[in-house]
Every structure is written in C-alpha cells, then in structure tokens.
C-alpha cells in the first residue's frame, strides 16, 4: 500500500472517525499501517481506504459504505478492480459480527426526456438518469492487519465486501476493449419510466 496514499487517508478521516496513524519514525510503528484509537463512543475504530471493484457492464458513477464516498469506479480489466482508493471508512474491527455494511450505488441509467433549461438550443433534451440501489452487505471477510475495505459489484446484480491487507487483485478477470468497455454491451440507454423518473438521488 502506498504510504503517501495512507497518509493521505489518514489526515483525512482524522476530523470525522477519530482514527490516527502512528508518526512513521515513532518506537513501536516501523511501517504505514494504521492504528486503533477510542473514538467518542468509546469503542476501537480506525480508517481504511475504500476500494471500488466493478465486474458489471456499466461505469458506476458513485457508490458509498454507510455514507462515506468511495468514488467511481471504470469497469475492472483483467487485471486491475477499476476503482482508485478513496477515503474513508471507520472500522471497529471489535464490532459485534456479523458487521453489516450499507451500500448504495449506481446500478443503472435511463434517459429523461425534459425542457431544456436554457434560453438556446432546442426546447427537450435528453439527458442520463442515473438509477441508485442500496443494500445491506456482511462483511465476508476480515484479514489483518486492516488496511483496505474492498467493495466488489457482480454481474449478477449482487454486491460483497471484505477487509484486506491491501489493494487485491480482481476476482472476476474479464475481457476489456481497447476504450475500457465490455466487449458487445450496450450503451444506449432506454428512456426512463414514470417509476424510475419518481427515483431521488
């Protein structure tokens, strides 16, 4: 893991999980990874950086762990997850199991026909619709030491999450066009359904 990255994270979640990371030159550190310190409740918790893995045919344009963002996240490739690390999430690894997580993501887009609201060009446009879905998802997995949250989405729909040492190679390899996209899969977008258009963000 990268130690710049790390500390990146780090200094980040400091004013919002009350997590901290030993200096790199103190006594009892010796590398990057990141310590467990008492947050106002009391209990252990400490930052991990939030990695997106996305085995879908579609860009997921944001997805987020118990509402902290983990960015978007390209289509994987054979060999790499197709998300950057963001930053971050709070993790009590002393947490009663099993830990659900709370996962809302960009599943789908639709396109919405609206007035244009501008004072040029012509009176409806088009526009992508994008199309959320949340669930409830166990962490199945927890590795030491704690470094990672990796979030995998499934071409079947399905979502799974674990805590890793690390950055992790994809778990699905699967093809990828010369332009990062799915070999054959569809990128028009079918016009949005009165349901759909109901949808908030």
């Not at 446009?125 to 949250?149: C, F, I, Q």
């Not at 499934?154 to 994809?170: F, K, L, M, N, R």
Request: glycine share 8%; hydrophobic share 30%.
């Amino acid at each position: 893991m990268n130690r710049q990255l790390l500390t990146v994270c780090v200094s980040a979640c400091l004013s919002t999980t009350g997590c901290v990371a030993s200096p790199p030159d103190s006594a009892d550190s010796g590398n990057s990874q990141v310590t467990t310190t008492q947050n106002a409740s009391g209990s252990q918790a400490q930052g991990l950086l939030i990695q997106g893995y996305n085995y879908t045919n579609m860009f997921i344009d944001s997805f987020t762990v118990d509402g902290a963002g983990g960015g978007n996240v390209f289509v994987s490739s054979p060999t790499t997850g197709g998300g950057k690390s963001a930053c971050c999430y709070s993790f009590n690894p002393s947490a009663p199991r099993p830990i659900l997580l709370k996962i809302r993501w960009a599943a789908a887009y639709c396109m919405e026909h609206k007035a244009n609201p501008y004072s040029f060009g012509p009176r409806f446009v088009d526009e992508r619709k994008t199309l959320w879905k949340e669930a409830s998802v166990p962490l199945s997995e927890v590795s030491t030491p704690a470094m990672a949250l990796e979030v995998h989405f499934y071409p079947d729909g399905h979502v799974e999450a674990a805590v890793t040492p690390g950055y992790s190679p994809p778990r699905l390899r699967l093809p990828i066009t010369a332009d990062e996209q799915r070999p054959g899969a569809s990128y028009d977008f079918p016009p949005c359904s009165h349901d759909q258009l109901q949808q908030g963000h």
